[in-house]
């Protein structure tokens, strides 16, 4: 037998159980008994060896250690991996050695080396109906790079075989892939870009960075797809308003490297969306987005451009248009004429008699030449134009009177009146947030006011 390498010798029962199981150790160790292994040979990182069977069937063994110290195997038997042969194999090598029962016992205190190996790894980038794939490559000999011998599972369980920086890298992307509606999320043998969590762009930049090269593979049509560059910098989404004969046109577009480009359902990755893959002129650009879309804005981006008719621009420029502003750049064009959208205001509406006053709330929002005066409780009937939070806000800042935070209707009497005639009508007089509509006249002062805002 070929000399041993140290890791054998110095493996215990407690981390063949470990890596085993109880079960194919015990078979694995009669196996060794029985002297079923043959044709050992041994490099430093690993072993191979042909090993007998039921039936008198030989199967070739081969083991490697991982960077933890932990021995996996492949072997060409039905199990395939982590088998009784390869506990045979292990079993042999370290009861051949003279002296192993000590080497066992101070296993613990013998320096160790991670093994590495050297063969480069790769990323084909495929477009199929999973949507835009990546899947690990390595050097061939007759093709430049060849799947074979390189799939996850294989960059997973082969250090021994692979570049290290190279397949460190790829399976902290692989760590990004999220499990699929059936629960799966190691099954298959690629990657799909729409199943990665927003932090792979950080990885798989990582990987190019290490020098793990993009190959372009094919598209649905079976094309080979143009060359694939990974986006220097964020893909930012983008609104732009354009003028019509008729209206605006309201055009979603991604912005790259200054240049603004429409996108197509299929160029979006992810749900909502995080990324993209948009085909250049001279390539496939691969790269996240700025800023990930919400659902909202993914449909808006998968529908493409729209269509605002004029009549209906001021409620676009007051309802849409600033919820679009708040989550995306928004590019109006110099030519296009919208209606201002003034803030939101409260309003009162005072109503006095010979001994009351009725003060009574709603909200006034004015969009260009058009006022909508609304209530405190929304209703199906409302314009498209409230905007919720600022209503609160509002509300909170006018609490103090006799009304509270909820603005409810009240009916002032007696010294409350005065109160409200000498000092807090002549408050909300001089905010600019509040409109005012009052009617009839207060009782301090013998005149008929009326302040329509």
């Given at each position: 037998?070929?000399?041993?390498?140290?890791?054998?010798?110095?493996?215990?029962?407690?981390?063949?159980?470990?890596?085993?199981?109880?079960?194919t150790?015990?078979?694995?160790?009669?196996?060794?008994?029985?002297?079923?292994?043959?044709?050992?040979?041994?490099?430093?990182?690993?072993?191979r060896?042909?090993?007998?069977?039921?039936?008198?069937?030989?199967?070739?063994?081969?083991?490697?250690?991982?960077?933890?110290?932990?021995?996996?195997?492949?072997?060409?038997?039905?199990?395939?991996?982590?088998c009784?042969?390869?506990?045979?194999?292990?079993?042999?090598?370290?009861?051949?050695?003279?002296?192993?029962?000590?080497?066992?016992?101070?296993?613990?205190?013998?320096?160790?080396?991670?093994p590495t190996?050297?063969?480069?790894?790769?990323?084909?980038?495929?477009?199929?109906?999973?949507g835009?794939?990546?899947?690990?490559?390595?050097?061939?000999?007759?093709?430049?790079w060849?799947?074979?011998?390189?799939?996850?599972?294989?960059?997973?369980?082969?250090?021994?075989?692979?570049?290290?920086?190279?397949?460190t890298?790829?399976?902290?992307?692989?760590?990004?892939?999220?499990?699929?509606?059936?629960?799966?999320?190691?099954?298959?043998?690629?990657?799909?870009?729409?199943?990665?969590?927003?932090?792979?762009?950080?990885?798989?930049?990582?990987?190019?960075?290490?020098?793990?090269?993009?190959?372009?593979?094919?598209d649905?049509?079976?094309r080979?797809?143009?060359?694939?560059?990974?986006?220097?910098?964020?893909?930012?989404?983008?609104i732009?308003?354009?003028?019509?004969?008729?209206?605006?046109?309201?055009?979603?577009?991604?912005?790259?490297?200054?240049?603004?480009?429409p996108?197509?359902?299929r160029?979006?990755?992810g749900?909502?969306?995080?990324?993209?893959?948009?085909?250049l002129?001279?390539?496939?650009?691969?790269?996240?987005?700025?800023?990930?879309?919400?659902?909202a804005?993914?449909?808006?981006?998968?529908?493409?451009?729209v269509?605002?008719?004029?009549?209906?621009?001021?409620?676009?420029?007051?309802?849409?248009?600033?919820?679009?502003?708040?989550?995306?750049?928004?590019?109006?064009?110099?030519?296009?004429?919208?209606?201002?959208?003034?803030?939101?205001r409260?309003?009162?509406?005072?109503?006095?008699?010979?001994?009351?006053?009725?003060?009574?709330?709603?909200?006034?929002?004015?969009?260009?030449?058009?006022?909508?005066?609304?209530?405190?409780?929304?209703?199906?009937?409302?314009?498209?134009v409230?905007?919720?939070?600022?209503?609160?806000?509002?509300?909170?800042?006018?609490?103090?009177?006799?009304?509270?935070?909820?603005?409810?209707?009240?009916?002032?009497?007696?010294?409350?009146l005065?109160?409200?005639?000498?000092?807090?009508?002549?408050?909300?007089?001089?905010?600019?947030?509040?409109?005012?509509?009052?009617?009839?006249?207060?009782?301090?002062?013998?005149?008929?006011?009326?302040?329509?805002?």
């Amino acid at each position: 037998m070929t000399d041993i390498p140290t890791w054998a010798r110095t493996l215990t029962d407690g981390d063949l159980l470990r890596a085993f199981g109880a079960a194919t150790l015990v078979r694995g160790r009669q196996y060794a008994a029985m002297n079923r292994v043959t044709s050992v040979s041994t490099t430093a990182d690993g072993a191979r060896a042909t090993v007998r069977g039921n039936a008198m069937r030989t199967y070739e063994t081969t083991l490697w250690r991982t960077h933890d110290g932990t021995p996996h195997s492949y072997c060409s038997c039905p199990v395939g991996r982590n088998c009784k042969h390869a506990v045979a194999l292990l079993v042999t090598m370290r009861d051949s050695t003279a002296g192993a029962d000590w080497r066992r016992a101070l296993s613990r205190f013998a320096p160790s080396a991670a093994p590495t190996g050297r063969t480069p790894l790769a990323l084909s980038v495929d477009q199929t109906v999973e949507g835009f794939t990546l899947r690990p490559l390595r050097p061939g000999n007759r093709e430049p790079w060849i799947r074979s011998g390189a799939s996850w599972d294989d960059v997973r369980t082969s250090p021994v075989v692979f570049h290290a920086e190279h397949r460190t890298a790829l399976l902290a992307l692989l760590e990004t892939r999220q499990a699929d509606r059936f629960g799966g999320a190691t099954g298959g043998g690629t990657f799909a870009l729409d199943r990665m969590r927003v932090d792979g762009w950080r990885h798989l930049a990582d990987a190019v960075r290490a020098g793990v090269e993009l190959i372009p593979g094919h598209d649905l049509g079976g094309r080979v797809l143009p060359p694939v560059r990974l986006a220097e910098h964020p893909v930012t989404a983008v609104i732009r308003v354009d003028e019509t004969n008729d209206g605006a046109r309201v055009l979603p577009l991604l912005e790259v490297d200054g240049e603004e480009l429409p996108p197509s359902t299929r160029s979006l990755l992810g749900y909502p969306a995080h990324g993209v893959a948009l085909r250049l002129d001279d390539c496939l650009l691969l790269g996240p987005l700025r800023v990930a879309l919400g659902e909202a804005e993914h449909a808006l981006f998968g529908t493409g451009e729209v269509v605002v008719p004029e009549s209906d621009l001021p409620v676009f420029a007051s309802a849409f248009l600033p919820n679009l502003s708040r989550r995306l750049s928004v590019h109006v064009a110099d030519g296009i004429d919208l209606p201002t959208v003034e803030p939101v205001r409260a309003l009162a509406r005072i109503t006095f008699d010979a001994l009351h006053a009725t003060v009574s709330w709603g909200y006034r929002y004015r969009v260009g030449a058009e006022v909508h005066d609304v209530g405190l409780i929304p209703t199906n009937e409302d314009p498209p134009v409230r905007q919720p939070h600022e209503e609160q806000l509002l509300a909170h800042s006018l609490r103090d009177g006799p009304w509270g935070e909820s603005l409810a209707t009240v009916r002032l009497s007696g010294r409350q009146l005065i109160d409200f005639v000498s000092s807090g009508l002549p408050a909300l007089e001089r905010r600019e947030d509040v409109a005012l509509e009052v009617s009839g006249t207060p009782p301090s002062s013998g005149r008929r006011t009326r302040r329509p805002r």
